[in-house]
């Protein structure tokens, strides 16, 4: 399956707090759009890696995306090494995206700030036809950062007024992740 956009997160909820609307927007217009997470999310304070998968697949059918995949790199550790180069390489050559979302380079988070680099040097290292030759290579025609902790000055704006309320049930999608002081679940005190 060919997409049109393929959305990283360094978490499982990471495109829905941040440019999910964007993602059902395009939905709305036709384009086919996929989300891939770089972890599980295990090392969270609230919530373990099954309870997000979870949340994660009830997300997905809300947001009407096409595929949801997650790369197993070990969450609060990710890294720019060939193992998890691999692993993104083989995403985009999967899925050939015209268009990949992927999070802004400085953040207060260090997985946001390594995602960024490693999807960005993946997509750059997926059009190289002497890299893994047996998968035929594909190089994404477009980058987009968006917005995770820190502001930056954006080279433009997506209007997703009408999307909101489904961007907002996305992230409630992730109890486990929102804070309530009467949560049930597995959480650090």
């Known amino acids: 399956m060919e997409l049109d956009v393929l959305a990283f997160g360094a978490h499982r909820d990471d495109i829905e707090l941040t440019c999910a609307g964007t993602v059902v927007k395009l939905i709305n217009?036709?384009?086919?759009?996929?989300?891939?997470?770089?972890?599980?999310?295990?090392?969270?304070?609230?919530?373990?890696?099954?309870?997000?998968?979870?949340?994660?697949?009830?997300?997905?059918?809300v947001l009407g995306i096409m595929c949801r995949e997650n790369l197993g790199i070990p969450d609060a550790n990710i890294?720019?090494?060939?193992?998890?180069?691999?692993?993104?390489?083989?995403?985009?050559?999967?899925?050939?995206?015209?268009?990949?979302?992927?999070?802004?380079?400085?953040?207060?988070?260090?997985?946001?700030?390594?995602?960024?680099?490693?999807?960005?040097?993946?997509?750059?290292?997926?059009?190289?036809?002497?890299?893994?030759?047996?998968?035929?290579?594909?190089r994404p025609q477009k980058l987009i950062y968006y917005m995770c902790h820190y502001q930056f000055e954006p080279s433009f704006i997506v209007d997703v007024s009408e999307q909101h309320e489904t961007k907002m049930k996305a992230i409630h999608c992730f109890k486990s992740q929102i804070f309530n002081p009467t949560y049930q679940g597995e959480r650090l005190t």
């Open 29 to 61: 217009q036709g384009y086919s759009v996929g989300i891939a997470d770089l972890t599980a999310g295990e090392m969270g304070t609230r919530g373990n890696a099954e309870e997000r998968q979870n949340e994660a697949k009830e997300s997905t059918k």
């Open 79 to 138: 890294q720019s090494n060939d193992e998890n180069k691999l692993k993104v390489i083989l995403v985009i050559r999967k899925y050939k995206p015209k268009v990949i979302f992927l999070p802004y380079w400085m953040d207060r988070h260090p997985d946001h700030a390594y995602a960024s680099q490693l999807v960005s040097e993946s997509a750059f290292l997926a059009g190289l036809a002497k890299l893994h030759p047996e998968i035929p290579r594909h």
